[in-house]
C-alpha cells in the first residue's frame, strides 16, 4: 500500500545541511498497521511528511496506493491526498468551530454537499464514539477526545492510508490505550492501513504489526514485530520485551530464550531438562502480548560455560525458539535487563525528546 524506495531528504538553511532522511526503503502492506520508532531528530516526522509529499523528497520513489506521488499534477496530487489522512500530536482542530463543525471541513473542501455532509459527520462521530458531543467546541472536551475529533476528520475522505505523527504523545497512558485501541478497531474494520511514528515502544507494542528503529535517517532494522523478536539481536525485540538485569554465577551459562506464537504452548524448557538430564535455572521471564500475538521470553542458566551446552542450546534452537547466549551479547545489551541504550532512551516523554 505504500512503497518507498531510496528516500532521501536535505534541508539546507542558512548554509547548514541536514540530511533529515537518508536513504530510507519502507514496505507497508495493505491492512497493516507499521510503526517508525526513534528518537527525537532521527527523521521521523520528515519521513511521514514525505509521505503524501507535504515534504517534497529531494530523491526516491513514493507509491501509496499504486499512485506515484511526486509525478502527480497538483489536481491529482490534490485528489490522491484524500486517500491518505492524517493526526497529530497537537490535534490541529479549528478552535471556533464545534466538533461537528471540524469534522465537516474536510468535506467542505471536498465539495460534498450539506445534507450528505451532515450524515456523513454523524457516521464519523458514532464510529469514534463522539456522537454525544457533536456541537461542544475542543476547548470544552479532553485530549483523548480531540485526538478522536482528530481522527474522525482524517477520516472524512474514506482514505486507505492514515498518517499518525505522535498522535498519542500528549496523552496519559490511559487515554494513549483508548485511543490505540480505536485505531485498532479502525484498521480492523475498515481495513485502514496506518503507518504511525512514536518515540514510546509501548504504541509499537500496542498495536504494530511491523516495525522500523530509525537512527541518523537511516532504517537500522525493520520487519513484522514476529520476525523481530525471532531475530537475535534484534534491538527493537529487546526494547519490545525487556528483561529485568539478573546477575549471574561466572562459569554457568546465561541464555535469553525467545517464543513467539506456537512455541510459547509447548513445554519445551521441561522436555530439555527431562530428556537431557540438565538442571535448569530459570532467572527471570515474562509472557506479553505483542503485536497481538503470545510472546514469552525466558532468561535460563545452565551448568558449564556454553561449550558445554551447545548441544542443549541446539535442541532449544530446534524446537523453534530464538536463543541469545548472554555472554556473548556486548555489556552495554545486558544494561537495563536488555533494553540497549539507544531504545531505552526513546522512551522518553516528549517535553525531554524536544
Ligand atoms: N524544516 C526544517 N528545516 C531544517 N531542518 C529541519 C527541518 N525539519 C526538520 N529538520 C531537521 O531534520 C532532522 C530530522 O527532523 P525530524 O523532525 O524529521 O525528526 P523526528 O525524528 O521527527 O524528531 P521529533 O520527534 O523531534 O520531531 C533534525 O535534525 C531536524 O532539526
Known sequence: MIQIEKLRKTYRSRGREVTAVDGV???VRAGEVFGVLGRSGAGKSTLLRCVNLLERPDEGRVVVAGRELPALSGGELR?????IGMIHQHFGLLGSRTVAGNVAFPLEVMGVPRARRAERVAELLELVGLADHAKAYPAQISGGQKQRVGIARALAGEPKVLLSDEATSALDPETTDSILELLRRLNRDLGLTILLITHEMNVVKRICDAAALMRDGRFTESGPLRELLAR???????GLF???PVPHRPGATVADVTFVGAATGRPVISTLAREHDVDVNILAGAVETVGGAPVGRLRIELPGPPEGNAQHLAFLREAGLTVEVASAVPAEVLRVGGAPPDVA????????AK
Do not use: F, K
Not at 485528489?79 to 486517500?83: C, F, K, L, T, V
Not at 537475535?232 to 529487546?238: C, I, T, V
Not at 532512551?345 to 525531554?352: F, L, N, R
Open 25 to 27: 526503503d519502507l514496505h
Open 79 to 83: 485528489r490522491a491526498r484524500q486517500g
Open 232 to 238: 537475535p539481536g534484534s534491538e527493537l525485540a529487546r
Open 242 to 244: 525487556p528483561l529485568p
Open 345 to 352: 532512551a526513546v522512551g522518553t516523554s516528549d517535553e525531554e
